[in-house]
């Protein structure tokens, strides 16, 4: 592997941009390019330029946007990195995530210091100069990286995207074709009912990129089934591109995690390696280890041992990607004991006394995520007394935490209408409270507890079993807590406070003994945010297996 590293004399730049539809799967697809060059031993990092004008996610709404998924160092930034960061080991801080709106407002305030020495301030060359300096951090900071992958959100004839595909035709005319590549994913739609397929749109969305003044170099075209070489050949002859390198991307049937494995078969890497004139010695699939991973991960869902369904009870329930980590983890939980996960989703609205033993009665477990504001939170309470009271295995995830505390002072501890403050501030029993340096804070965006944090958990508890170790770093976003006044009271309960800040000053975890229920756990922090399919988290492992025991039971 190393003798690869040494061969690369400096860092190549891949640009993914996306055509003819939104929702292809930009993301997943430059994710898996990743995967695919991490398993020749090369070193990746992954960015993503977001066209909109919000300077980061923080502020948008999941459904506007899916979940905010947030990095070690506090970012917060599009879901697509979290996606970078299952399927490959690229660091990941705030400069892998671009927003216009960062790039606008790093010009603007330049030139209100005066920066910019008199000149007209113009789209062409700040905003584009902006972006490539943006581009080249990336190479600055991780000196020993080979490979900058950049994602250009936004589909290719959007008036947002212009800037973002101008700074990539100069930053090639800057570097030269032999270190940049272009590669773009269009959509092959075929017409039903004869199923006929149609090129015309990929020609139509290349002519659109050409007009740009970018020639693609290799195209990755959606589809549903695999292209036979016919239509290859006349994509090739029209988008002016070797039929080679028109590479399938079928629908997949199980899993997206099979997206570096059908790249690899269709020699997606093989041809990146030909166009960088770089060493072409690649493990083929059967002798790559880390592909076989990527196969045994793909194996569990098509042939799992068990199907499992845990109950996924929030707000934003009806929008995928609004928990898009969270789900992703649940599955990596289930892959060292080969079950598949599957999602009953429940909007926690609907839940009420009369119908949650209905509702969650097909669930061996049941998971209430982080969320904000005071919509769903009586369903979610009901759902967790449910679980805490038949022993089914829970799992509270920051907000899902704060509500398994409110619901144990409620029923257990008799502090009657106990809350957070974020939804009662006039609550006798804030057993979840504002954290004091938030209480001055006014201005919402990047204002939370965000990124990651160490904790020390406490000596013979579950989630010290758990993790096998005394301390732990996990990520954070939120602005309450788990108010300090109430400590004694639940430290003389049965509720174990399992985690704490390494100051002492934050409750990072709280649990039931297994004594008294099998497997009940709230995080303050996200775990989900750091599973990985060939390292899924122990929390999401032992959650599973317990969901799995439940399973067996009945
Ligand atoms: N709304 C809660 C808070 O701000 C929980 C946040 C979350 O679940 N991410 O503390």
Same mark, same amino acid.
């Given at each position: 592997m190393l003798i690869h590293i040494y061969l690369v004399k400096s860092v190549r730049y891949i640009f993914v941009t996306g055509g003819?539809?939104?929702?292809?799967?930009k993301g997943v697809s430059i994710a898996a390019i990743g995967t695919l060059l991490e398993s020749r031993g090369y070193r990746v990092t992954i960015q993503k330029m977001d066209? =909109?004008?919000? @300077?980061?996610?923080?502020?948008?709404s999941p459904y506007q946007h899916g979940e905010v998924y947030v990095t070690d160092d506090g970012s917060e930034t599009d879901l697509d990195l979290g996606y970078y960061e299952r399927f490959t080991n690229s660091p990941l801080s705030q400069i892998n995530s671009v927003s216009t709106g960062q790039v606008y407002f790093t010009v603007i305030q330049r030139e209100r210091k005066g920066e910019y020495l008199g000149r007209t301030v113009q789209v062409i060359p700040h905003i584009t100069n902006e972006i490539k300096n943006r581009i080249l951090l990336l190479e600055k900071n991780h000196p020993d990286i080979d490979f900058v992958l950049v994602e250009i959100g936004g $589909?290719?004839?959007?008036?947002? %995207?212009v800037p973002f595909l101008e700074a990539i035709r100069q930053f090639r005319l800057d570097k030269g074709p032999d270190k940049t590549i272009f590669i773009h994913l269009t959509l092959v739609p075929s017409i039903s009912p004869a199923g006929e397929v149609k090129t015309k749109p990929t020609q139509h969305s290349v002519k659109e990129l050409l007009n740009q003044g970018i020639q693609p170099d290799i195209l990755i075209c959606r589809s549903k089934d695999y292209l036979d070489e016919e239509v290859k050949s006349k994509i090739s002859l029209f988008c002016n +591109?070797?039929?080679?390198? !028109? @590479?399938s991307a079928p629908d997949i *049937?199980?899993?997206? =995690?099979e997206i570096p494995l059908i790249y690899n078969k269709e020699h997606l890497d093989n041809e990146i390696m030909e166009y960088f004139k #770089?060493?072409?010695? /690649?493990?083929l699939f059967d002798a790559n280890p880390t592909l076989e991973k990527w196969q045994s991960v793909v194996d569990v869902f098509k042939n799992p041992e068990t199907v499992l369904k845990i109950a996924l009870v929030g707000k =934003?329930?009806?929008? %995928?990607?609004?928990y898009r980590s969270l789900r992703e983890a649940l599955w990596h939980g289930g892959l060292p004991g080969k079950s598949r996960v599957e999602f009953i989703n429940?909007?926690? *609205?609907?839940? $009420?006394e009369d119908n949650v033993a209905d509702l969650l009665s097909g669930a061996q477990g049941i998971l209430v995520p982080g969320g904000f504001g005071e919509r769903g939170i009586a369903g979610k309470l009901t759902t967790i007394r449910h679980a805490r009271e038949n022993k089914i295995p829970y799992f509270g995830i920051c907000l899902g935490m704060q509500c398994a505390v409110i619901e144990f002072a409620r029923n257990?501890? %008799? #502090?009657?209408? /106990?809350?957070s403050t974020e939804f009662n !501030?006039?609550?006798?029993?804030?057993v979840i409270a504002l954290m004091e340096d938030q /209480?001055? +804070?006014?201005?919402?965006?990047?204002? #939370?507890?965000?990124g990651a944090y160490q904790a020390k958990l406490t000596e013979g508890s579950l989630i010290q079993k758990i993790y096998k170790s005394p301390e732990i770093s996990e990520r954070h976003r939120h602005r309450f807590e788990f108010n300090n006044r109430f400590r004694n009271d639940f430290m003389k309960?049965? #509720? !174990?406070?399992s985690a704490v800040s390494l100051d002492d000053r934050l409750v990072e975890a709280v649990e039931l003994p297994q004594s008294i229920h099998p497997w009940f756990v709230g995080t303050?922090?996200?775990? *989900?945010?750091?599973?990985?399919?060939l390292k899924p988290h122990p929390l999401f492992v032992s959650f599973i297996d317990h969901a799995r025991k439940v399973k067996l039971q009945t």
């Open positions: 003819v539809a939104s929702s292809l799967g066209p =909109y004008l919000n @300077i980061d996610p923080g502020t948008m $589909t290719v004839g959007d008036i947002e %995207s +591109i070797p039929v080679k390198r !028109v @590479i *049937e199980h899993t997206i =995690y #770089m060493e072409n010695t /690649a493990p =934003y329930i009806a929008l %995928s990607d609004a429940i909007d926690s *609205e609907q839940v $009420t257990v501890l %008799s #502090m009657k209408d /106990a809350n !501030v006039d609550t006798q029993y804030p /209480a001055s +804070i006014t201005d919402k965006g990047g204002t #939370m507890r965000l309960s049965p #509720m !174990v406070i303050q922090f996200h775990p *989900e945010f750091k599973s990985q399919p």
